[in-house]
């Protein structure tokens, strides 16, 4: 530690080569956070677009699911004569996706390209939805009607000017219809 003082308290420029070693880490330090910062973005941004796809599907089944009829909050049924059959939709959350971040269909996975250069993928969409029960007895502790999704998130993770194997997430979302009164 006492060399180290001396040599920077050198004035012959001993301390030069020193100098910009540091400033180098420093640099390297910082290009490796903002990395982590930028997937940790592009990861909640994502996440949020499917949370919003997944309430989109889950209002559009709110003609179905929470009609007015006298039983109260029964779940999306409809009779078929001889009893009820559920009808709920998935919708097409791909779709609402693509328009919400600007993917498009490629090769079974959705991409997003910025400047020609792979930004991220989305590839294993599974979604589940819930359907509310039919006249609960127990209109508090019953089912809600939900739906859940998970995806797979691929980004290519960049750093000092090269590609490294991508990072691959599972991201799981859910919504559901909680009703008022």
Same mark, same amino acid.
């Given at each position: 530690?006492?060399?180290?003082?001396?040599?920077?308290?050198?004035?012959?420029?001993?301390?030069?080569?020193?100098?910009?070693?540091?400033?180098?880490?420093?640099?390297?330090?910082?290009?490796?956070?903002?990395?982590?910062?930028?997937?940790?973005?592009?990861?909640?941004?994502?996440?949020?677009?499917?949370?919003?796809?997944?309430?989109?599907?889950?209002?559009?089944?709110?003609?179905?699911?929470?009609? &007015?009829?006298?039983?109260?909050?029964?779940? &999306?049924?409809?009779?078929? &004569?001889?009893?009820?059959? #559920?009808?709920?939709?998935?919708?097409?959350?791909?779709?609402?996706?693509?328009?919400?971040?600007?993917?498009?269909?490629?090769?079974?996975?959705?991409?997003?390209?910025?400047?020609?250069?792979?930004?991220?993928?989305?590839?294993?969409?599974?979604?589940?939805?819930?359907?509310?029960?039919?006249?609960?007895?127990?209109?508090?502790?019953?089912?809600?009607?939900?739906?859940?999704?998970?995806?797979?998130?691929?980004?290519?993770?960049?750093? #000092?000017?090269?590609?490294?194997?991508?990072?691959?997430?599972?991201?799981?979302?859910?919504?559901?219809?909680?009703?008022?009164?």
């Amino acid at each position: 530690m006492r060399k180290l003082k001396e040599c920077l308290q050198d004035e012959h420029g001993v301390s030069f080569p020193l100098v910009i070693a540091v400033t180098l880490a420093l640099l390297l330090i910082l290009c490796g956070v903002m990395e982590y910062l930028r997937l940790n973005l592009m990861a909640a941004g994502v996440k949020e677009a499917v949370q919003d796809a997944i309430v989109v599907v889950v209002n559009d089944n709110y003609a179905n699911v929470y009609h &007015g009829v006298r039983e109260g909050y029964s779940g &999306g049924y409809t009779s078929d &004569g001889s009893g009820f059959e #559920a009808t709920v939709d998935d919708g097409d959350i791909y779709y609402e996706l693509d328009r919400v971040l600007g993917t498009h269909s490629e090769g079974g996975a959705h991409v997003k390209y910025a400047e020609g250069v792979l930004e991220y993928k989305i590839t294993d969409l599974q979604v589940t939805v819930r359907n509310a029960p039919l006249a609960p007895s127990d209109p508090r502790n019953a089912q809600r009607f939900e739906a859940d999704a998970t995806i797979t998130l691929e980004v290519p993770v960049r750093f #000092a000017g090269k590609v490294f194997p991508p990072l691959q997430m599972r991201l799981k979302v859910q919504a559901g219809y909680i009703e008022i009164f």
